[in-house]
């Protein structure tokens, strides 16, 4: 299931995040729920976001006008990070890829991540029109 995939490389880029080490495998996560093409995707994703982090970022910063970088709470940024890779470098529709993000953030994070990750998602959307 690809939102299963997508939390696999959610947690992924959020122990990235907080430990600056990524582990390799997904060993510790339910691979009854993994197909091969999901642990590929779950592997592009948290590889492409740890390779790409800085050019991530700046996006981040630059829709995020309120809030520096270094206080965006780190689940939200993982979140955040992750769709914009998705976005910019695979096929999937943005909506899909919004609503996955506000799905982590509901999952994971505070009620009031829910609508900071989907305003920041809009936003770079939005630009690309």
């Given at each position: 299931?690809?939102?299963?995939?997508?939390?696999?490389?959610?947690?992924?880029?959020?122990?990235?995040?907080?430990?600056?080490?990524?582990?390799?495998?997904?060993?510790?996560?339910?691979?009854?729920?993994?197909?091969?093409?999901?642990?590929d995707v779950?592997?592009?994703?948290?590889?492409?976001?740890?390779?790409?982090?800085?050019e991530?970022?700046?996006?981040?910063?630059?829709?995020?006008?309120?809030?520096?970088?270094?206080?965006?709470?780190?689940?939200?940024?993982?979140?955040?990070?992750?769709?914009?890779?998705?976005?910019?470098?695979?096929?999937?529709?943005?909506?899909?890829?919004?609503?996955?993000?506000?799905?982590?953030?509901?999952?994971?994070?505070?009620?009031?991540?829910?609508?900071?990750?989907?305003?920041?998602?809009?936003?770079?959307?939005?630009?690309?029109?």
């Amino acid at each position: 299931m690809r939102s299963y995939a997508r939390e696999v490389a959610f947690c992924k880029i959020y122990t990235y995040l907080i430990t600056n080490q990524c582990e390799e495998g997904f060993d510790q996560f339910d691979m009854d729920k993994l197909t091969e093409e999901d642990l590929d995707v779950a592997k592009k994703l948290g590889d492409g976001v740890i390779a790409t982090k800085e050019e991530l970022d700046k996006i981040v910063a630059q829709f995020s006008q309120s809030f520096k970088l270094s206080r965006i709470y780190r689940l939200d940024l993982a979140a955040l990070e992750m769709a914009l890779y998705e976005m910019i470098n695979m096929d999937t529709p943005h909506p899909v890829v919004i609503n996955e993000a506000v799905s982590l953030a509901k999952k994971f994070s505070t009620e009031k991540s829910v609508s900071y990750v989907n305003g920041i998602l809009g936003a770079y959307e939005r630009s690309l029109l």
